[in-house]
């Protein structure tokens, strides 16, 4: 069983940035390949960002991708989503994700565990 929490969201202006935190529990957890996802509201759970178990492959949304950069660190069990040049339609709650898998996941189906979310509000 792996329980995650986010941390790390709030309201920041366009151009600004966030870092998003991911804390897991499980001593497994460097085993689990991570995401991370969001929904606006009103819009369906769309994909964000994933990272490998290993930390050596990452994947991208085309709507971020250059702007966004995940990270994990495996000796703190936590993963994190650094947003650069954020913008209003970034707005949306993000989850984090864990995969029972290695690689780089990009459908949500494929995920295992979930966190509550987090807010990200981009004023312009």
């Known amino acids: 069983q792996v329980l995650l929490v986010e941390s790390g969201g709030g309201l920041v202006q366009a151009g600004g940035s966030l870092r998003l935190s991911c804390a897991a529990s499980g001593r497994t957890f460097s085993r689990h390949a991570a995401g991370w996802f969001r929904q606006a509201p009103g819009k369906q759970r769309e994909f964000v960002a994933a990272?490998?178990?290993?930390?050596?492959?990452?994947g991208y949304a085309d709507s971020v991708r250059g702007r966004f950069t995940i990270s994990r660190d495996n000796a703190k069990n936590t993963v994190y989503l650094q947003m650069n040049s954020l913008k209003t339609e970034d707005t949306a709650v993000y989850y984090c994700?864990?995969?029972?898998?290695?690689?780089?996941?990009?459908?949500?189906?494929?995920?295992?565990?979930w966190g509550q979310g987090t807010q990200v509000t981009v004023s312009s």
């Open positions: 990272i490998s178990w290993n930390d050596l492959s990452t």
């Open positions: 994700a864990a995969a029972r898998l290695l690689g780089v996941i990009l459908p949500a189906n494929d995920y295992d565990y």
